[in-house]
């Protein structure tokens, strides 16, 4: 990967089929990306994990939140929560509930961020 500093101070990511701009008010701040990071990947883990015990579903959403610790000088992240939003069979609920919960250990961005931010999963079940 390559990035350049921009003149007016944007960090810019290039990538062949086109360039990121790492600043929050021209694009994604790199804490935002992180988040983003961690919700995507952990939404790769569980479609792998729901394919893995033949649960039929289509994954519709990836919904991501975070808060950041304004009280210390350095604003780290204190939570990452991750909505999945998918349609199944009332038969297969129970199971992709329980799989929900098999994400964090899989993901190897949730893993490898520090173990102090708290990441939540959570599934929410689109009527078909």
């Known amino acids: 990967m390559h990035l350049e500093m921009k003149e007016e101070g944007t960090i810019e990511l290039f990538h062949e089929s086109g360039n990121w701009k790492l600043r929050k008010e021209m694009g994604f701040s790199p804490v935002q990306m992180t988040a983003a990071a961690a919700a995507a990947c952990s939404g790769y883990v569980y ?34 929560d991750i909505r999945f939003k998918i349609k199944t069979t009332s038969e297969n609920r129970e199971q992709a509930e329980k799989a929900v919960h098999l994400v964090k250990q899989g993901c190897p961005v949730a893993m490898s961020l520090h173990p102090d931010i708290e990441i939540t999963e959570q599934v929410e079940f689109i009527e078909e």
């Open 47 to 80: 479609a792998k994990i729901l394919r893995k015990k033949r649960v039929l579903y289509d994954i519709l959403e990836i919904e991501v939140d975070y808060t950041q610790n304004l009280t210390e000088r350095v604003h780290t992240i204190k939570t990452i």
